[in-house]
C-alpha cells in the first residue's frame, strides 16, 4: 500500500467522520405541541404570527424585545420571545420559520424567517390584486 | 381582438430569436459532432464551417434576445411580464441591467452568453480540438437555450420564456376591473394597459451597484468551468488524455479567476447591501457556488502535478469533471426551490424541476456513453441510464433520482479509472507532486463536507427525512473548515520550497528557514498585540483559530520570499506565488476579521434600559437613537440627526453622526431604508459604512417608528397641584418645585405689563435618571399663552395650563405622546481588517491571471516548435 493511499484512506475517513457527527447535531422541524414537549432543546418551529393576539414591540422601551404569539397549522399556540426588532415582512408573513428553544413559559426565539407571499405564484395573485386595487378607483 | 397601447414588435422578434438560438445550436452541435467523428478532410473542414456560421448565429441570436429584454425594460413596456415584473419606472437606468438578471430567465441567458463569447475565442484559438470541445460547447448552449423556449410538451413545461406577455400570463386573470363587464368569465378589456400604470420593481435589495457587475462576472465564472469539462470530455473521447490538458490548463485557470472573484464580488454585494452583518453567512447559495472554486482549485493542482511528474491524471480528469457536475447541482439547488426553507436568498420556484434535473442527467450519462469503448458496454450503459430515469420519472421516488445521478458518475469514474493511464511508481514523501497531491485532497474533501452540510434539504427530501440545520449552522461549518484552513495554510507555505520529484532536505532547509522565522516573529507580535480573543466558542477554537492564523501569514511570508529566493524575482513566473500570497492574505483577512467582529451598538445604557418582566435579559445588539439625543457607542457618541427621503421612492436615508470621544474623528454615516415598499411590509434596509485602512465602521437601520401607530392622539390630563406635589406618569413622577413669575423674557412680542410665569418641574425617571423641565405661561395683557416644555426620552409634554391667583400653585398639563420622539433602532458594527479580505481576493486574481498568460506563452512556444 502507498503512503497516498493511507493518508487518502485516513482524510476520507476524517470527512465521514465529520459528516456524521454533522448529522447528529442536525435539529428538528417542530410543531408547537412537540417543541413544548422539548424544553431547552433548540428546534425549528414552523408556524405564523397570530393577528389577534397582541404583538408587543416598543423600540423606545427596549429595541430588542418582540413579543407575540405564534400559532401553528394544528391550531396551537404559543407567546415567542425575540430579541430583536421585528424582521420584514413580519406582518405580512404567511408562515414564519422560529428558530429557538421553549423555556418554561414562552418561545425563546434566536432567529425568526420570514415566508412571505411574494414567491413567485403567489406574487402573481397578490399583484393581481394590486392591480386590481389600483384599477378599481377608476 | 386588438389591445390599445400594446407594443408586440420586439416580443415577436424576441421569440423568433429563442427559437433560433435553440436550432442554431443544435445545428452546431450535430456540425461539431460530424467533425470530430469524420476527424479530417475536406468533410471535416465542411463540417466545422458550417459549426462556426451555426455557432455564430447562436450568439448573435443570444446577444439580439438580451437587448430586446434590455429595451423592453428600458422603455417600461408593461405588457411584457418580464419588465412589469422586474422594473418600474423609478428605476435608475444602471439597474435596468440588474433587472434583467433578476429573473430565472435573464440569468439563463446571462450564463448562456458567456459561453457565447467564450466559444468565440475558442474557435479562434482551440485549433484541433476545436470541434470535439466546440461539440460540449454548443450542445450545452442548446440545453441553456432550452430554459427560456417557454413550450410546453406533453403537457410537460420546458422553459420559461422571458417575451410573454402580461394578459397571457394569468397574472391578470383575477382582477375583475380589468375585464369586460368585470366579469372574470368574459376577456381582458381592450384599453387594459391604461391601468397598468407601474411595474412590480427590482427588489430592493437588489438595487445595489455590485448587483449590476457581480451577476456578470459570476455567470462569466460559470460560464467558464464548461471549457476545462468540455476538454476533458474531448480528451476522453478522442483518448488523447494527456496531451488535451495543456490547452485545458490556462482555461482552467482564467475560470478560477473569474469564480472566484464572482464569488467575492457576491460577498461585496452582501457586506454592503444585505444586513446579515458580514460578506458570508454560509448561506446554502454562497457555498453552492463556492465548493465548485474548490475542486477547480484541486483540479489545476492536480494538473500542474501531471504536467511535471506524470502522476495525477486519473485525479486530474475527476476533479474537471466534478467542478461542472457541481456548477450544474448549485444550479438545480438554487434554482428549483428546494432550498426554500434553508436559504434566504435563492431563486423562485419556476417549476422547471424537472428540466433542471434533467440537465444534471444529461451531463452525467451522456458523458458515460461518449466514453464507453465497445458497442457492448455502450448498450449497457444507454440502457441502465434510460430504464434508471423512466423509474425515476414514473416511479416519483426522489431516492431513485437521486440513485440515478450517482450511478451516472459512477459509470464515468469507472470508465476514467479504467481508460486513463496511470503511474505505478510512487511519489516521493519529500517531492513537491507529494504534498500538492495532499492539498488538493484536502480541498476535494472539504468541498465534498460542506457540500453534503448544504444538501440537507436534498437529503431530507430523498430519504424522507426532517432534519434542520444545527443551532449554530456558521459553526458547524467553521469548526471543521478551520482545520482546513491550517493543512492548507501550512502546505502553501511549505510546498514551493519543494521540488518535484525529489527534493534533499538541505536544500529545502537553507531556503525555507527565513520566511519560517520572519512568519514566527510576525504572526506572534499580531497575536501578542492583535488581543484576538474570540472566545465564544471556548479556548480549545480560540487555539485553531491562532493556529490558523499562523499558519496564514505563513503562506502569505514564505509565498513573498520565494518569489526572490526560488524565482530570483521574476514576476512572469512568479504567478503561482503571487496566488498563494494572495490566498493567504485571503485566509488571514477571514480570520481576523471574523474573530475579532465587534457590535457597537450593544444596548448598555440610556433611554432603553428596561424594567419589569424582562429586566433579567441580556443586552440586546439593537440601540434606539432619538433624533438630537447623543448615545455611548463604543468609543462613539452616536447622534441621529435627521432623514431625507429618496426623491421618486419609498427609500429614505438616516444621517447617523459618529463622535469618537478620544480623539477627534468624526462622521456621518447615511444608511437607508426602504419603507413599505411595493407590497412589502416593514423596512429593508441597506447599510452604511466608513472605510478606514484597519478597519470599517458599518451601521443599518433595524427598526423605525410606526407612523400609523404613532398618531398624537394623546391629550393634556390636568393636574392641579400645589409646589412640592408630586404627580405620576408612567414611567416615573415628577415635582413641581418653584413657581417663579418674570416680568421681561427674551420672547418676540413680549411687553412691558406682560407677565410669564415659569413653573420648574424636576421629571424622576424609573430608569433613575432625573430631568428638569421648564414650561411656560405667558400672560400678554389678559391673553394666556401656554409654551411646554417636552422632555424627549420620556415622551413628556408639560405646561401650565393655569397658575393660583395667590402663586403658590397651578395646573400642569401632562401628555405622554411617542408621537413627538422621532427616533431610528440601529445595529452597528466595527469590522477590523476586512481590507485584507479584499486586497487578498485582488492579488489571488492577479497571480492567478500572470500564471494564465504565461500558460499560454508556453502552449504558444511549444506549437510553434
Excluded at chain 2, 394569468?170 to 381592450?190: K, M, S, T, Y
Excluded at chain 2, 444585505?274 to 482549485?297: C, H, K, M, Q
Excluded at chain 2, 431604508?673 to 459604512?689: H, I, Q, R, T, W
Excluded at chain 2, 415622551?795 to 401628555?815: C, E, H, P, Q, Y
Aim: hydrophobic share 45%; net charge neutral.
Amino acid at each position: 500500500m502507498k503512503k497516498i493511499h493511507i493518508i487518502l484512506l485516513v482524510l476520507v475517513a476524517g470527512a465521514i467522520a465529520v459528516l456524521i457527527s454533522f448529522l447528529q447535531t442536525a435539529t428538528t422541524y417542530d410543531t408547537v405541541d412537540t417543541a413544548i414537549s422539548k424544553p431547552g432543546k433548540y428546534v425549528h418551529l414552523m408556524a405564523r404570527l397570530d393577528k389577534s393576539q397582541p404583538v408587543e414591540y416598543d423600540a423606545l422601551k427596549n429595541p430588542n424585545y418582540l413579543e407575540f404569539t405564534a400559532v401553528d397549522t394544528l391550531g396551537k399556540s404559543v407567546r415567542v420571545i425575540y430579541h430583536n426588532p421585528k424582521p420584514e415582512n413580519f406582518e405580512i408573513s404567511e408562515r414564519l420559520v422560529l428558530k429557538g428553544k421553549y423555556m418554561g413559559d414562552h418561545f425563546d426565539c434566536q432567529s425568526i424567517q420570514t415566508k412571505c407571499p411574494s414567491k413567485y405564484k403567489d406574487d402573481m395573485s397578490a399583484a393581481g390584486k394590486n392591480i386590481q386595487a389600483a384599477s378599481e378607483q377608476y | 381582438m386588438n389591445y390599445i397601447g400594446e407594443h408586440l414588435l420586439p416580443g415577436q422578434i424576441g421569440h423568433f430569436l429563442l427559437i433560433l438560438s435553440l436550432v442554431a445550436s443544435l445545428v452546431a452541435t450535430f456540425a461539431y459532432f460530424k467533425a470530430t467523428v469524420v476527424r479530417q478532410g475536406v468533410d471535416m473542414a465542411y463540417w466545422k464551417k458550417l459549426g462556426r456560421a451555426a455557432f455564430i448565429i447562436e450568439v448573435v441570436s443570444v446577444a439580439s434576445i438580451i437587448a430586446i429584454l434590455y429595451y423592453i425594460n428600458a422603455n417600461h413596456l408593461f405588457e411584457y411580464k418580464y419588465a412589469w415584473q422586474h422594473s418600474s419606472r423609478s428605476l435608475e437606468p444602471k439597474y435596468l441591467l440588474a433587472s434583467i438578471w433578476e429573473g430565472q430567465e435573464g440569468s439563463f441567458l446571462l450564463w448562456s452568453i458567456g459561453h457565447c463569447v467564450l466559444g468565440l475565442v475558442l474557435i479562434r484559438t482551440s485549433k484541433q480540438w476545436e470541434a470535439p470541445v466546440m461539440t460540449v460547447v454548443s450542445f450545452t448552449q442548446f440545453l441553456l437555450a432550452t430554459m427560456v423556449i417557454g413550450i410546453y410538451i406533453f403537457g410537460e413545461k420546458l422553459g420559461s420564456n422571458p417575451f410573454i406577455l402580461l394578459r397571457e400570463s394569468g397574472v391578470l386573470d383575477n382582477a375583475p376591473a380589468l375585464h369586460i363587464n368585470f366579469d372574470l368569465n368574459e376577456p381582458i378589456r381592450e384599453d387594459y394597459l391604461a391601468s397598468i400604470k407601474d411595474g412590480n420593481d427590482l427588489n430592493p435589495l437588489l438595487q445595489n451597484y455590485w448587483m449590476v457587475i457581480h451577476p456578470p462576472v459570476l455567470f462569466l465564472g460559470f460560464a467558464s468551468t464548461l471549457i476545462p469539462f468540455a476538454y476533458m470530455i474531448a480528451g476522453l473521447w478522442t483518448k488523447k488524455f494527456g496531451e488535451v490538458l495543456r490547452p485545458a490548463l490556462p482555461w482552467a485557470l482564467f475560470s478560477l479567476a473569474a469564480l472566484g472573484v464572482g464569488i467575492m464580488m457576491g460577498a461585496a454585494w452582501a457586506y454592503e447591501s444585505l444586513t446579515f452583518g458580514g460578506y458570508s453567512a454560509r448561506d446554502p447559495v454562497e457555498n453552492a457556488s463556492l465548493v465548485p472554486w474548490l475542486i477547480l482549485v484541486a483540479g489545476i493542482h492536480t494538473l500542474l502535478i501531471y504536467k511535471h511528474s506524470g502522476h495525477s491524471l486519473r485525479s486530474t480528469y475527476l476533479f474537471l469533471f466534478l467542478t461542472f457536475i457541481f456548477i450544474l447541482y448549485s444550479t438545480f439547488l438554487t434554482r428549483s426551490g428546494i432550498l426554500g426553507e434553508a436559504s434566504v436568498h435563492a431563486f423562485t420556484d419556476l417549476g422547471m424541476n424537472g428540466q433542471l434535473y434533467l440537465l444534471l442527467y444529461i451531463f452525467t450519462w451522456l458523458p458515460a456513453f461518449l466514453v464507453a469503448t465497445t458497442s457492448n458496454q455502450r448498450t449497457i450503459t444507454a440502457a441502465t441510464g434510460i430504464v434508471m430515469l423512466a423509474a425515476s420519472y414514473f416511479l416519483d421516488i426522489p431516492a431513485i433520482a437521486f440513485l440515478t445521478i450517482l450511478a451516472g458518475l459512477g459509470f464515468v469514474i469507472f470508465q476514467m479509472q479504467k481508460q486513463i493511464p496511470g503511474v505505478a511508481k510512487e511519489e516521493s514523501g519529500n517531492s513537491r507532486e507529494f504534498w500538492m497531491f495532499i492539498g488538493s485532497l484536502v480541498f476535494f474533501l472539504s468541498a465534498i463536507v460542506i457540500i453534503s452540510k448544504t444538501s440537507l434539504p436534498v437529503i431530507n427530501k430523498v430519504f424522507g427525512l426532517e432534519m434542520a440545520a444545527p443551532e449554530d449552522e456558521e459553526m458547524a461549518y467553521n469548526q471543521i473548515q478551520i482545520f482546513v484552513a491550517i493543512i492548507i495554510g501550512l502546505l502553501t507555505a511549505v510546498t514551493q520550497y519543494l521540488k518535484y520529484k525529489n527534493t534533499t532536505s538541505k536544500a529545502f532547509w537553507k531556503k525555507i528557514w527565513i520566511p519560517t522565522v520572519v512568519s514566527a516573529v510576525l504572526a506572534t507580535l499580531i497575536l501578542v498585540f492583535g488581543n484576538v480573543n474570540y472566545d465564544k466558542h471556548g479556548p480549545g477554537y480560540l487555539g485553531a483559530i491562532w493556529l490558523a492564523i499562523l499558519c496564514a501569514i505563513y503562506a502569505v511570508v514564505a509565498n513573498a520570499a520565494y518569489i526572490w529566493l526560488g524565482l530570483k524575482g521574476s514576476l512572469k513566473l512568479s504567478g503561482g506565488s503571487i496566488s498563494h500570497v494572495g490566498f493567504g492574505l485571503v485566509l488571514l483577512g477571514v480570520l481576523i476579521s471574523s474573530s475579532k467582529k465587534e457590535i457597537l451598538s450593544l444596548n448598555t445604557s440610556g433611554i432603553a434600559i428596561d424594567f419589569g418582566s424582562e429586566s433579567n435579559e441580556k443586552t440586546g445588539e439593537n440601540l434606539t437613537l432619538v433624533k438630537g439625543m447623543p448615545m455611548k457607542m463604543g468609543k462613539y457618541d452616536v447622534t441621529y440627526i435627521g432623514d431625507s427621503a429618496h426623491p421618486r421612492k419609498q427609500q429614505w436615508y438616516y444621517s447617523i453622526h459618529f463622535k469618537s470621544r478620544i480623539d477627534d474623528e468624526e462622521f456621518t454615516l447615511r444608511p437607508n431604508a426602504f419603507v413599505n415598499y411595493k407590497g412589502n411590509e416593514g423596512l429593508m434596509a441597506n447599510p452604511d459604512s466608513r472605510h478606514y485602512w484597519d478597519h470599517d465602521v458599518f451601521t443599518y437601520i433595524s427598526a423605525l417608528p410606526n407612523p400609523e401607530k404613532n398618531k398624537d392622539t394623546a391629550s393634556f390630563k390636568s393636574n392641579p397641584v400645589k409646589i412640592g406635589d408630586s404627580i405620576y406618569y408612567s414611567k416615573g413622577y415628577m415635582i413641581l418645585e418653584r413657581l417663579a413669575t418674570r416680568d421681561s423674557m427674551p420672547f418676540k412680542g413680549f411687553q412691558p405689563g406682560d407677565k410669564a410665569t415659569v413653573a420648574g418641574i424636576k421629571v424622576y425617571s424609573f430608569n433613575k435618571t432625573s430631568y428638569t423641565s421648564e414650561p411656560l405661561l405667558i400672560n400678554q395683557r389678559g391673553n394666556l399663552l401656554a409654551l411646554p416644555d417636552t422632555v424627549m426620552s420620556e415622551s413628556l409634554i408639560l405646561r401650565i395650563n393655569k397658575v393660583d391667583d395667590d402663586g403658590t400653585g397651578a395646573d400642569i398639563g401632562v401628555k405622554e405622546s411617542s408621537a413627538i420622539l422621532e427616533y431610528v433602532t440601529l445595529k452597528a458594527y466595527k469590522f477590523p481588517f476586512i481590507n485584507i479580505l479584499w486586497l487578498g481576493i485582488i492579488i489571488t486574481a492577479v497571480g492567478i491571471l500572470i500564471s494564465m498568460v504565461r500558460r499560454i506563452q508556453l502552449n504558444r512556444l511549444k506549437a510553434e516548435r
